[in-house]
């Protein structure tokens, strides 16, 4: 759903345009950052690389073994990275169209002392002789470093978890959170990382703190699950919450610029423009009781259910005075994904029954 910005208070929504081959519930969908191709993730287990534009699918990544709840473009655009219920990430190769590295658990023994505590008592030490070195269960996020060289995950085991791109491994293990992570994003000089929480909490890793030590910083004041996280190229940093408001922070000195109310649901992405002088929010859809159901319609072709018809809300706020310049409204049950492309326009995308 492309949006022209031509001044503050001038939006327009654009052509919408319907991507329907998924056999399952779509959960998460990402532009590339030149928003010429868009990915979709499914609850069948794949990820669709489609061609904005033309909605030409493009390839359909298998592999997974669950669904994959989240997906991500490399800064570069060359990689895509996604994430599944089956505690995997997986490294693709958009130009090769090719799975790189499947990120998972690897299991390794430990000395041979420590071995026997796990066979004189194997009821208390059942795992004791491994150790492992990946999610224990489904992972929600991923997101790269501003190099594309490091990749960070986190999920319902409360882990976060980097790795390097190039070879797969996994290079440090961030604890810290007490409840499930369920979004992150790199810093633009790549040395923090913002993950967010079901506990309610944004943590800021330093990462030029060396293994084995870590040093993070706990932003407070959201009463719902963190929903979503956004750094802008300064290094300011929106966060998203159930609560229905949006956090700008300045996380160099913890404090809090702007709070910013006006969702009527959750809210689901975030996006600064390049200029920073704005940021794109949506979220799930939100229909008042009085209002009707919108029919979704292309021409005069009805092409979903009128029952599965919702309208988010995506709103533009003014970055320096923390106001809402525009308010729109779209036909999706939910937006995953919004971003402002280098010519000026914002794109969003989201889900309407299995269709995005």
């Not at 001038?10 to 868009?38: I, M, W, Y």
């Not at 359909?60 to 219920?85: E, I, N, Q, T």
Request: glycine share 8%.
């Amino acid at each position: 759903m492309p949006m022209n910005i031509e001044a503050p208070t001038k939006l327009a929504v654009g052509r919408v345009r319907f991507f329907g081959k998924h056999h399952g519930e779509v959960n998460c969908s990402a532009f590339s950052p030149d928003g010429q191709t868009l990915l979709t993730a499914s609850d069948d287990g794949c990820v669709y690389v489609w061609e904005t534009r033309s909605r030409r699918l493009l390839w359909r990544m298998a592999g997974h073994r669950g669904p994959v709840k989240f997906c991500r473009f490399s800064p570069d655009g060359r990689l895509v990275a996604s994430s599944s219920c089956d505690h995997t990430v997986r490294l693709w190769d958009v130009t090769r169209f090719k799975c790189l590295h499947v990120l998972r658990g690897k299991r390794a023994a430990l000395p041979r002392s420590h071995r026997l505590l796990c066979g004189l008592c194997p009821v208390l030490f059942p795992t004791f002789g491994l150790v492992s070195a990946g999610h224990q269960r489904s992972v929600e996020t991923v997101s790269f470093s501003p190099d594309s060289r490091q990749l960070a995950s986190g999920g319902w085991d409360r882990r976060v978890i980097l790795w390097e791109v190039q070879s797969g491994h996994n290079v440090r293990l961030l604890a810290g959170h007490r409840d499930s992570v369920q979004s992150s994003d790199f810093s633009p000089t790549a040395d923090a990382l913002a993950t967010g929480s079901w506990d309610s909490t944004v943590h800021i890793w330093d990462l030029r703190v060396a293994s084995p030590a870590v040093s993070y910083q706990e932003l407070e004041g959201h009463t719902g699950n963190i929903s979503c996280l956004c750094y802008s190229t300064s290094g300011l940093l929106a966060s998203g919450s159930w609560d229905k408001t949006i956090r700008i922070w300045k996380p160099t000195t913890s404090s809090l610029l702007f709070q910013l109310k006006g969702h009527a649901t959750w809210v689901k992405s975030l996006a600064f423009s390049p200029d920073e002088l704005r940021l794109a929010s949506a979220g799930y859809s939100h229909t008042p009781a009085e209002e009707p159901r919108p029919r979704l319609e292309f021409g005069s072709t009805l092409t979903t259910p009128k029952s599965a018809c919702f309208y988010i809300q995506v709103k533009v706020w003014d970055c320096n005075t923390g106001k809402c310049l525009e308010t729109l409204k779209g036909l999706l049950d939910v937006a995953h994904a919004c971003v402002f492309t280098p010519d000026g326009k914002l794109l969003v995308a989201g889900s309407a029954d299995a269709a995005t």
